[in-house]
T-cell receptor, first 112, second 111 residues
Framework: KAGVTQTPRYLIKTRGQQVTLSCSPISGHRSVSWYQQTPGQGLQFLFEYFSETQRNKGNFPGRFSGRQFSNSRSEMNVSTLELGDSALYLC???????????FGSGTRLTVV | EDQVTQSPEALRLQEGESSSLNCSYTVSGLRGLFWYRQDPGKGPEFLFTLYSAGEEKEKERLKATLTKKESFLHITAPKPEDSATYLCAVGDSGGYQKVTFGIGTKLQVIP
């Protein structure tokens, strides 16, 4: 059974640019969540999608956005990149709210 | 706002030296407490879900327990391959169970 797939694995962007990250969840999982992980803050919740609808959102500025497609694949977008956006971005899927996540390996974003 | 505090931040053990990791939480109605293991350069790997105080779950050398305010991850006779960062997370009782993570405990097991 294929796991959660995130692309790309690594990205280097310049301040002010925008970036799009992609996530393919486990087949059959309709819930997809995104987290930002940094050494000092740990995993910070960005948003969760279920059946193409955003149903939870974390405390991040509007520069961070996401969407989910009908096949459950998800993308997140960060516009006007700042140095502080450098982090590991993790995507996770689960079968339902009472179950643990299956995480992807993440996308390492570096903003220079 | 839900909060998760893990201690210690880092722990160094000799192989075979048992110990416990702590996870204290405040949440507006606990729907589930989760433990994950994260290896460097990888995403977290799910270990356990605990739902109510008094519940225990075991997997190989790991045992997770839950009280009304905290959870413990007991590691019995650890091996070097148990070295990783262990993350605790809580899901609240809101409609769609928002999940909040702690920063983690970095465990190093020395041969």
């Amino acid at each position: 059974k294929a796991g959660v797939t995130q692309t790309p694995r690594y990205l280097i962007k310049t301040r002010g640019q925008q970036v799009t990250l992609s996530c393919s969840p486990i087949s059959g999982h309709r819930s997809v969540s995104w987290y930002q992980q940094t050494p000092g803050q740990g995993l910070q919740f960005l948003f969760e999608y279920f059946s193409e609808t955003q149903r939870n959102k974390g405390n991040f500025p509007g520069r961070f956005s996401g969407r989910q497609f009908s096949n459950s694949r998800s993308e997140m977008n960060v516009s006007t990149l700042e140095l502080g956006d450098s982090a590991l971005y993790l995507c996770a899927s689960r079968t339902g709210s009472d179950y643990g996540y299956t995480f992807g390996s993440g996308t390492r974003l570096t903003v220079v | 706002e839900d909060q998760v505090t893990q201690s210690p931040e880092a722990l160094r053990l000799q192989e075979g030296e048992s110990s416990s990791l702590n996870c204290s939480y405040t949440v507006s109605g606990l729907r589930g407490l989760f433990w994950y293991r994260q290896d460097p350069g990888k995403g977290p790997e799910f270990l356990f879900t605990l739902y109510s105080a008094g519940e225990e779950k075991e997997k190989e050398r790991l045992k997770a327990t839950l009280t009304k305010k905290e959870s413990f991850l007991h590691i019995t006779a650890p091996k070097p391959e148990d070295s990783a960062t262990y993350l605790c997370a809580v899901g609240d009782s809101g409609g769609y169970q928002k999940v909040t993570f702690g920063i983690g405990t970095k465990l190093q097991v020395i041969p």
